[in-house]
């Protein structure tokens, strides 16, 4: 189906004329991957009482959504429904002063990444980076 969509897209728009596949997954449906060492870890136990940050970027408002099992996705839900901050140390790699992630790459643990691999919290790690990166080199105001 991909493979029909790139081509469509190429035929149809002069802008996709060049796009391509680079890299097929071992796998069809993985929902979890490697995640960067951040200089903070979001663990579940912070998740599960709606943890909130003085240096939170946004919002994990998902529940943990696991599919472990071909019998649906299971689903857990935070205490008293809280959502959970996700500290902007979660977002820059630990060891790299400059270096920024995003999506499902960022530093939580498995049953945190249930939650925040979604797209709704993966736009908002990925303007949080772009903003943590562009304050860092000087690029905006770091308003902290």
């Known amino acids: 189906m991909v493979s029909a969509l790139v081509a469509w897209l190429r ?6 004329r060049e796009a391509m596949v680079a890299c097929w997954p071992m796998r069809v449906g993985v929902r979890e991957s490697r995640r ?8 579940a136990a912070e998740w599960l009482v709606g943890a909130r940050y003085p240096d939170e970027i946004g919002l994990a ?3 943990m959504e696991f599919r472990e099992t071909n019998r649906g996705p299971k ?3 935070p205490e008293d429904d809280k959502p959970c901050g996700i500290p902007a140390g979660c977002l820059q790699a630990a060891g790299f002063d400059n270096l920024f992630v995003a999506g499902r790459c960022i530093s939580v643990d498995h049953d945190v990444q ?5 797209m709704g919290t993966c736009f908002v790690t990925g303007e949080a980076a772009g903003r943590l990166a562009a304050a860092r080199c000087g690029v ?3 308003r902290g």
Request: no cysteine; hydrophobic share 45%; net charge neutral.
């Open 11 to 16: 035929e149809a728009e002069p802008a996709w």
């Open 75 to 77: 689903l857990r839900f």
């Open 114 to 118: 249930a939650s925040v691999r979604v």
């Open 36 to 43: 960067w060492r951040g200089k903070t870890v979001l663990h």
């Open 61 to 63: 408002t998902w529940p």
């Open 140 to 142: 905006i105001e770091d």
